[in-house]
């Protein structure tokens, strides 16, 4: 069966520190991957996806970035943090593209003071 | 680019029955995702529609009119769990777009 984690699952992070979460799906290949955050509050942003290996796609521009250096392992990166990168990020994976039903990770929660 | 409303907050009463409406505007359509969100969690899967009409799965049933843009998520028998957030997505080409999503109550 498939699977996908990510971690860390809580973070505190001063700001213009760096960050990285990761996370990885096991029990299938070539799966669509995405990262969504979800602000207090707000509803879920679709921050990056991926269709295959290096294969990386930005939906708002921003201090973050993505990357894919595995079939199965997504992720998320910021330089320097800003208060405004708090909140709630998701993983998820979905087969192909036609599919659909995306499957979420445990979800990271990140605070930067 | 897309737009996907559905109404802010919601409340019924347990036992009951509530309707969770959703509009989109967008190309490349494939189709439109209804998902649960309890508080501090990750989503949940509740249906996909791709075709016009009701799709039923227990106390759940989810509705499609491609024509109009328009979706509903209809849950019966409301029971307090069914307290959460409930969230309208469209498919469309690789991507899902998520609503800001429905806020339900369930009062006793």
């Known amino acids: 069966s498939q699977t996908i984690h990510q971690w860390p699952a809580t973070l505190v992070q001063p700001v213009g520190s760096p960050l990285s979460l990761e996370c990885t799906v096991e029990?299938?290949?070539?799966?669509?991957l995405y990262w969504y955050r979800q602000a207090a509050g707000r509803g879920l942003q679709l921050l990056f996806y991926?269709?295959?290996?290096?294969?990386i796609s930005s939906e708002v521009p921003q201090n973050l970035s993505a990357s894919r250096p595995q079939d199965r392992q997504f992720i998320l990166s910021s330089k320097k943090l800003l208060l405004s990168d708090s909140g709630f990020y998701l993983c998820?994976?979905?087969?192909?593209?036609?599919?659909?039903?995306?499957?979420f990770g445990e979800g990271s929660r990140l605070t930067v003071l | 680019g897309q737009n996907i409303d559905q109404p802010t907050e919601m409340t019924a009463t347990e036992g009951a029955i509530v309707q969770i409406n959703c509009t989109y505007q967008t190309s490349g359509f494939n189709g439109l995702f209804w998902y649960q969100q309890h508080a501090g969690e990750a989503p949940t899967f509740l249906s996909y529609?791709?075709?016009?009409g009701l799709e039923e799965k227990g106390r759940f049933s989810s509705f499609l009119s491609r024509s109009k843009g328009y979706s509903y998520l209809l849950l019966k028998e409301l029971q307090m769990k069914d307290s959460a957030s409930y969230l309208c997505a469209v498919h469309r080409d690789d991507k899902i777009i998520f609503g800001k999503g429905t806020r339900l109550h369930i009062l006793p």
């Open positions: 991926s269709v295959g290996i290096g294969q």
């Open positions: 998820a994976w979905s087969v192909g593209s036609h599919t659909g039903e995306l499957f």
């Open positions: 529609n791709v075709l016009d």
């Open positions: 029990g299938t290949s070539n799966p669509n």
